[in-house]
């Protein structure tokens, strides 16, 4: 449960200005991840200096710490890298092969995993989710139902019931949030095992930037207003933890820019571009209001903050739209969210430490977002056991010197539709023909007369224009015999071989078990 929460006038009579014991005495550092849901590369001015959408307080974040230039989510789609974010695991290790989880799924993380919640638990931590979840949890079902990931199917649920098997089962002492996207119902708020309020009437807008699906609604939940009511709760939440004499670890999965595209009316107009550059300006802000929390607190200086995103940008940011102004959400990258290529998965990922990483830094070294958890048990000096982490490295070295060796050799890069392509050095080789998600050739129609694979030199070809794969067939067999690897080893790390779960062998990986 949270701590109560001490009235500002007292913590400033007690401590000075700006001030906290915390800041005075705290020996480990606080842990802050906030994580973007459908922010492509180039919606960060920082990254993009055509950029017509100008972040100024992630910029500022950037500016006074790291900014990472070879930034990859596990996966082009929401569900599976926060499932790697968590577990330092990449998904398709897990039983979910492809797509996403529903509004009602059950859990994707089993209770006896470690995950990085459960591992500053066990570091003295107290540790909190706010936000989007889409991680599944067990909901009190009225009746037994099949197919319960469907997106588009609300059963029955007893709403008075806990729910199990949720945050607080895999590392989070406090959690506030909802069960999936904004467009995917209920739409209930969970304060640690319980809804909130009872839902009290069912609803959709069939906007095309307000979407979201039919579904029952709490009383207490308004579209509108639950980015700005969800950053309530994490400054509400830094406020109280740094209060005390323990370190925390903040995980903020903000609902944002993800549709519906809802922002509020301080933002309205407020990009030039259109509704996604508002709403992209309002993700921007709430950004500077945790950074304005940990200033007023007194513990920024000792507070590792990780910003980054989930996946690339939502084709519905209209994209030939923000094109007629200037803005390519991308970043010039080929593709967007959903897809192998590298709009899908590529992202900014920023990383501002100031007692630890000094401002102004780049780093071109490729890392991925199950790296957290590597990175933070090194921080700590506490090794992972062999079953946990499998696809986590460390890049704690590269805070303070960011042109250190990399652990990381390669990389696993993950579609929606569960196809796969590798990253090693310059080269990247798609085992698929077309993108494996939402842009041609698609695979429903268009990969005709394709070769069957894809070999990009990223160096020379950051667009993905030119598929060398006829050129290079040296290159393509040792890329496909290292991918074979990484399956079957059920790891990417050094350490003992490590058991998949689910299906053995996958319609997206047969040439693997053919050998």
């Keep these: 449960m949270m701590l109560p929460k001490l009235p500002l006038i007292l913590l400033i009579l007690l401590f000075g200005p700006g001030i906290s014991s915390k800041a005075q005495n705290q020996t480990k550092p606080n ?10 590369i180039g919606d960060a001015s920082c990254y993009n200096p055509e950029s017509r959408i100008l972040t100024k307080h992630i910029d500022r974040l950037a500016g006074n710490g790291m ?3 070879d930034a990859h989510t596990s996966a082009a789609v929401c569900t599976p890298t926060r499932y790697g974010i968590l577990t330092g695991r990449y998904n398709w290790r897990s039983t979910l092969k492809n797509g996403v989880l529903g509004g009602y799924s059950a859990p994707l993380i089993s209770t006896d995993r ?29 009746q037994e139902y099949e197919n319960i990931d469907n997106l588009n199917r609300n059963p029955e649920v007893d709403y008075t019931q806990p729910i199990q098997n949720g945050p607080n089962q895999v590392g989070f002492s406090y959690a506030y949030g909802f069960s999936s996207s904004l467009d995917i119902p209920p739409y209930v708020y969970i304060e640690n095992d319980r809804v909130t309020a009872l839902p009290d009437r069912r609803t959709v807008n069939v906007d095309e930037k307000g979407f979201w ?8 939940f308004d579209h509108v207003q639950v980015l700005p009511h969800l950053t309530d709760k994490a400054v509400n939440y830094i406020r109280e933890e740094s209060a005390t004499s323990d370190p925390f670890f903040l995980y903020f999965a903000l609902p944002a820019p993800h549709t519906p595209i809802l922002p509020t009316t301080e933002f309205m107009g407020k990009s030039n571009t259109n509704m996604y550059g508002d709403f992209m300006l309002q993700v921007d802000d709430v950004v500077g209001r945790i950074v304005e929390a940990l200033e007023e607190q007194g513990v920024l200086d000792n507070t590792l903050i990780v910003f980054t995103s989930d996946n690339g940008c939502s084709p519905r940011a209209n994209y030939p739209e923000l094109e007629q102004v200037g803005h390519d959400p991308s970043g010039g990258f080929r593709g967007h ?24 830094q780049t780093s071109d070294q490729l890392i991925c977002t199950t790296d957290l958890m590597g990175t933070v048990a090194e921080m700590l ?28 050799p390669s990389m696993v890069h993950h579609s929606i539709e569960g196809r796969f392509a590798l990253r090693r050095g310059q080269w990247k080789l798609v085992f698929w023909p077309g993108s494996g998600g939402w842009t041609e050739p698609l695979s429903s129609d268009g990969l005709e007369g394709l070769p069957d694979w894809q070999l990009f030199d990223l160096s020379a070809d950051p667009a993905e224009q030119n598929n060398l794969v006829a050129e290079y067939p040296g290159r ?21 071989i490590q058991k998949n779960d689910g299906p053995e062998v996958w319609d997206q990986v047969k040439w693997a078990y053919e050998e």
Excluded at 117 to 142: E, I, P
Excluded at 215 to 220: E, I, N, W
């Design 337 to 360: 969210k959903a897809d192998i290529y590298e709009g899908g998965h590529r992202v900014p990922f920023v990383v501002h430490w100031p007692e630890k990483v000094s401002p102004g």
């Design 476 to 496: 393509v067999e040792e890329m496909k015999a290292e991918m074979i690897g990484l399956i079957k080893n059920g790891r990417s790390t050094p350490g003992p």
């Design 67 to 69: 900014k990472f230039t």
């Design 381 to 408: 000096g506490n090794p992972l056991p062999d079953n946990a982490g499998e696809d986590s490295f460390s890049f704690f070295p590269l805070l303070s010197q960011p042109d250190a060796e990399q652990e990381r």
């Design 114 to 142: 470690l995950t990085v919640g459960k591992l500053l638990q066990n570091s003295g931590y107290h540790t909190a989710f706010v936000g989007k979840w889409h991680l599944g949890w067990d909901w009190s079902f009225k």
């Design 213 to 220: 699906r039919d579904g029952p609604t709490g009383a207490d």
């Design 31 to 40: 842990i802050v991840y906030i994580l973007a849901d459908d922010m492509g």
